[in-house]
């Protein structure tokens, strides 16, 4: 919508999450350290910090990871997701932390080149309890790398919305690595039992959040096609609140319903900058706004207000006895379409 | 082993390098022909930008070679 890129889109909001994030890292970092100190005061600086970081990282990469799911069972979260990128930058800086602490303790006193030690300073690579378990953490540093340089806008516009997020679901890859890497190399560490116990809880929340929401999904998806003819019979009228949207899965393809002085509008739910739900938006001052991050839409031609230029396809509506019906029929992006009186 | 940690640290320092060397071209040069929003963007941003283009230089090329031929 701007008219060059800024280096962060902040408002109010962003800004103050953004310290809530910065401060909660850096208050876990000093009770992990105060902790570890009380039970094992011989511990090295070194040491704390490649441990403080590596288990932070971890846990924030869990709260990013669950965020979608839940944001998906309950809207109460929505603010959260919308923050998500700050979050996952925020934790590949303390992956980084944990990554460069451990390569400089323990590769990068000797003669060969850090990164080659890595791999080579342990060739167990039959085995399971003496894996070199830090290749699989470095695996997962480098597609944290890729996915936190990539989060700014330029990309998600340069390489096409659907490589981005072909290259951003290369997180659950990186989950894997380093449920790996944690894993093996709990075997050669004394903090083992509470660190797989931990590991494992974490696993079953992530797959179960991930499962329950899908269901719930696949359940919304089932509802909505039972039509007569061409009109597709949607809700009644009442269940949608005023200035607010119902989304609706229209042959494959997600539509927001929205009320507003006493009118009805669809158009497609998904948002022209980043993909956003449209539908989980609300109508301010008129218009659509995306809960993401603010992109604005008029309901009854899907364009953005000028100057700008977005646009979205929009849907014919037609209400027999405040039973609300849809054309699946997705007229261009940007289309007026003459909103449904009631 | 050995040949294969080689081979797969040989190809990602290439991979890198090629990055590097890309992205200095892109980020002051090439980007505008692909993204008429870089034209006024300021220095900072581009710095920012700088890492995502060297992890994703393919994809830009690609980019860039399909944008010449228009
Ligand atoms: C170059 C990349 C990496 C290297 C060289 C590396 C190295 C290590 C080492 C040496 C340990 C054992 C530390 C100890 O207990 O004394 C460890 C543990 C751990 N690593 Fe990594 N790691 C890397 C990447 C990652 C990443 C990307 C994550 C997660 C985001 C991660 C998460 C963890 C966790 C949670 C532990 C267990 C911490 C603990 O024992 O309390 N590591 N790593
Ligand atoms: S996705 Fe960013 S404003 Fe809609």
Same mark, same amino acid.
């Given at each position: ?88 930058? /925020?934790? $590949? ?5 944990? @990554?460069?602490?451990?390569? %400089?303790? *323990?590769?990068? +006193? #000797? ?5 080659? /030690?890595? $791999? ?5 690579? @039959?085995?399971?309890?003496? %894996?070199? *378990?830090?290749? +699989? #953490? ?205 | ?70």
């Amino acid at each position: 919508m701007g008219l060059d890129y800024q280096l962060v889109l902040w408002n109010k909001f962003k800004k103050t999450y953004d310290k809530i994030i910065v401060l909660a890292m850096l208050l876990y970092v000093i009770l992990f350290a105060a902790i570890t100190l009380t039970f094992n005061s011989e511990t090295s600086i070194e040491t704390l910090i490649i441990r403080a970081f590596g288990s932070l990282a971890i846990i924030m990469l869990h709260i990013i990871l669950i965020i979608g799911p839940l944001s998906r069972l309950n809207s109460s979260f929505l603010p959260i997701l919308y923050n998500r990128r700050h979050l996952g930058v /925020s934790m $590949f800086i303390a992956a980084l932390i944990h @990554g460069g602490f451990s390569i %400089f303790q *323990f590769h990068a +006193l #000797g003669d060969v080149n850090p990164i080659y /030690s890595i $791999f080579t300073s342990n060739m167990d690579y @039959g085995s399971l309890t003496n %894996f070199p *378990f830090q290749v +699989l #953490g470095f695996f997962a540093l480098l597609i944290l790398f890729v996915l936190a340089s990539t989060s700014h806008d330029f990309f998600l516009s340069n390489l096409s919305a659907k490589i981005w997020k072909r290259l951003h679901m290369m997180v659950y890859i990186a989950y894997a690595l380093i449920i790996a890497h944690v894993f093996l190399g709990a075997f050669q560490q004394e903090t083992s039992t509470f660190t797989i116990g931990l590991l494992i809880t974490g696993f079953i929340i992530v797959s179960g959040l991930h499962l329950v929401s899908a269901y719930k999904e696949h359940k919304v998806d089932k509802t909505s096609t039972n039509g007569t003819e061409n009109w597709l019979k949607v809700c009644d009228i009442s269940e949608i609140e005023e200035d607010r949207a119902k989304i609706f899965t229209i042959q494959n393809e997600r539509v927001a319903i929205f009320k507003y002085d006493g009118k009805l509008s669809a158009i497609h739910n998904v948002c022209k900058h980043q993909g956003g739900p449209l539908g989980e938006g609300k109508i301010i001052d008129g218009c659509i706004t995306c809960p993401w991050h603010g992109y604005q839409y008029l309901p009854h031609n899907g364009q953005s207000p000028p100057p700008f230029t977005e646009k979205v396809s929009t849907y014919q509506l037609k209400l027999e006895n405040k039973t609300v019906f849809i054309n699946p029929k997705a007229f261009d992006e940007g289309t007026e379409v003459e909103p449904c009186k009631y | 082993m050995e040949i294969v940690v080689n081979i797969i640290l040989a190809v990602l320092g290439m991979y890198f390098l090629i990055g590097i060397l890309f992205g200095l071209y892109f980020l002051f040069k090439g980007a505008t022909k692909i993204d008429p929003l870089m034209k006024d963007t300021k220095k900072k941003v581009r710095i920012l930008l700088f890492p995502g283009i060297i992890a994703t230089w393919p994809f830009l090329i690609k980019r860039l070679f399909k944008s010449k031929s228009l």
